[in-house]
């Protein structure tokens, strides 16, 4: 198959995960011609651009900065090392040819439909909210019902208010944002409803956004009716019992123009999924091995598109890891190389209140001397432990205070200990919760 | 007669509730419930002088954008927020506009800029 445009690494999306391993396999070796990012959005900095609060970067520049500052650091670096990007392109497609190459079929309006060859491919497309759609709310379909991302977008980009009596379903960090920034602009935001006994934000949220300005959060409540023909005229919240069925005679209803949704976030692997990358059933993102490489030779996978990460500095730090490895698998160091150096690979399990892990498996003969092992819980344990077990050993216990589903946890494992230990096949992470309070 | 706050510590994910006593000076007397150091200092300048980043929106005249992304350049205090937000509404800035830029100098007089945290180049 001919191609129009030739690179060595293609980088599916703009945002901070893409700009990360852009900078990152530029500077790992890989030649700034040679990369070529594409980005359906009219500017690069992806959802950092409508993420205009602060408290980005703490990690990564030791200071705090708003979300469109964050992303300009990393453009900035881009358009100085000369890297190229395609902006309005939408990727449709990626297939693998032949000779283990891969097709990029993109579109935008000045090149139309065109294809791109190239020997790795960085998956940086982030994730989307979920939408009422897949939330099975009951009650009409008015206008007024929108994801807090999409309201932020309004408020923050267009410059435009979605209303001005506010419901927020779901306490996810960006309804808390919105609840805050929708006060900021002169509306009430009547409550926040959350379906679990817990919230799924960052304490610094629910205190800055909510308490400072004394709105409500309901844990274990859900929105039973929303009411109005033409918009949103009413919402009604109800409590729900430990199989988070709404109980009868709990319900409440608030007078609002507005219902916000802030439900979690799915990672965007239509591309993947065509592609033929295997996708974990927990994460919604690809299967990746150490090298934050999927199933498919050559095809890396970064940022919220991998797993949802609770800290952009997060997603910067690992998108620099997969633009390293994508430039050394185009240096010809890549998995075919010479794989009897790297042995079998090690399978990482999640168990016990573990969701997933951040690789699944490890070629020890391809690690790092340290690997970060990234994780989430799956429900609010105090004083637990995380336990690495090495097949049926445990090698170690981390006390925890408090582990909680919306922060993300880590381990950091050192290669000599995976090379010490005779016959490792598994490295199990499991909450152990022999001492711990579940709640 | 003491005064009596509760609050979330927020200087880690563990979220402890600290309840911070004042005399009627509003001099803190006693802070129970924070399990660190952090926490204690927290509570205390929590409640005797709270203080936060505010970032909103300004309209932008002659830009690609027609609204764009502004900070306080440092904390306010929590209780001028709204007089804060009043004058940043007020603003506008005209394009081309770049990061740093200053919207609004010494804001209600608290002696810190608002400034412009994304670039807009002119339509």
């Not at chain 1, 990690?59 to 650091?73: C, I, M, Q, V």
């Not at chain 1, 009951?138 to 980009?157: E, H, K, L, S």
């Not at chain 1, 319900?251 to 976030?265: A, H, I, N, R, V």
């Not at chain 2, 919207?103 to 002119?122: F, M, N």
Request: charged share 25%; glycine share 10%.
């Amino acid at each position: 198959m001919n191609a129009d445009k030739k690179a060595k690494i293609v980088i599916i999306g703009g945002g901070p995960a893409g700009l990360s391993a852009a900078a990152a396999a530029n500077e790992a070796g890989a030649a700034a011609g040679d990369i070529l990012i594409l980005e359906r959005d009219n500017v690069l900095g992806g959802i950092l651009n409508q993420c205009i609060h602060n408290g980005f970067g703490l990690h990564t520049f030791k200071e705090e900065l708003t979300g469109p500052e964050y992303a300009a650091r990393f453009v900035s670096t881009v358009q100085e090392r000369g890297i190229p990007y395609l902006l309005n392109t939408i990727v449709v497609d990626i297939s693998v040819d032949g000779d283990g190459s891969k097709v990029v079929s993109a579109m935008n309006r000045t090149d139309g439909f065109f294809t791109v060859r190239a020997d790795a491919v960085i998956l940086a497309m982030g994730c989307r909210e979920r939408p009422r759609g897949a939330l099975n709310i009951p009650g009409y379909r008015p206008a007024g019902i929108y994801t807090a991302g999409t309201a932020q977008r309004f408020v923050n980009i267009e410059g435009r208010m979605p209303g001005h009596e506010v419901v927020i379903l779901g306490s996810g960090d960006i309804g808390l944002i919105m609840a805050r920034r929708m006060t900021l602009e002169g509306a009430k935001v009547k409550v926040v409803a959350e379906l679990m006994p817990y919230s799924g934000g960052l304490k610094r949220n629910i205190v800055q956004c909510l308490d400072d300005f004394g709105i409500p959060l309901k844990l274990s409540h859900t929105v039973t009716d929303i009411r109005g023909r033409e918009r949103v005229e009413a919402v009604t919240i109800a409590e729900v019992g430990p199989d988070r069925k709404p109980v009868p005679g709990t319900e409440e209803t608030y007078t609002c123009d507005t219902l916000l949704l802030s439900c979690g976030l799915i990672p965007e692997n239509e591309l993947s999924s065509q592609l033929g990358v295997e996708l974990s059933r927990v994460t919604s993102g690809p299967v990746v091995n150490e090298s934050l490489e999927t199933s498919v030779p050559g095809v890396f996978a970064c940022g919220n598109v991998l797993h949802v990460h609770d800290l952009v500095d997060y997603v910067s730090e690992e998108a620099a890891n997969a633009g390293r490895n994508a430039a050394g698998y185009v240096e010809g160091n890549g998995s075919e190389g010479k794989p009897e150096e790297d042995g079998t690979p090690v399978q990482v399990i999640a168990k016990d209140g573990v969701r997933y892990t951040v690789p699944s498996s490890i070629r020890i003969g391809r690690m790092n001397d340290l690997q970060l092992i990234r994780f989430r819980v799956g429900a609010v344990y105090r004083d637990a432990s995380i336990a690495i077990d090495f097949n049926d050993t445990v090698v170690r216990t981390q006390k925890k205070r408090i582990l909680a589903p919306g922060e993300m946890e880590q381990v950091i494992l050192k290669k000599e200990d995976l090379q010490k230990f005779e016959g490792l096949k598994t490295i199990t992470i499991r909450v152990d919760t022999s001492e711990a309070k579940k709640q | 007669m003491s005064r009596i706050t509760e609050l979330t510590c927020i200087r880690c994910p563990i979220g402890c509730q600290i309840t911070v006593t004042q005399d009627d000076d509003g001099k803190v007397t006693e802070i129970k419930g924070n399990s660190c150091p952090r926490g204690y200092e927290y509570a205390g300048s929590e409640v005797t002088n709270p203080v936060r980043t505010v970032t909103s929106t300004v309209h932008v005249e002659g830009g690609v954008l027609p609204v764009t992304s502004v900070k306080t350049k440092g904390d306010i205090p929590k209780g001028r927020i709204f007089d804060c937000m009043q004058a940043i509404n007020a603003a506008s800035v005209k394009a081309p506009a770049a990061i740093g830029d200053v919207v609004i100098r010494d804001v209600c007089g608290l002696g810190v800029d608002v400034i412009v945290t994304r670039a807009v180049a002119k339509a």
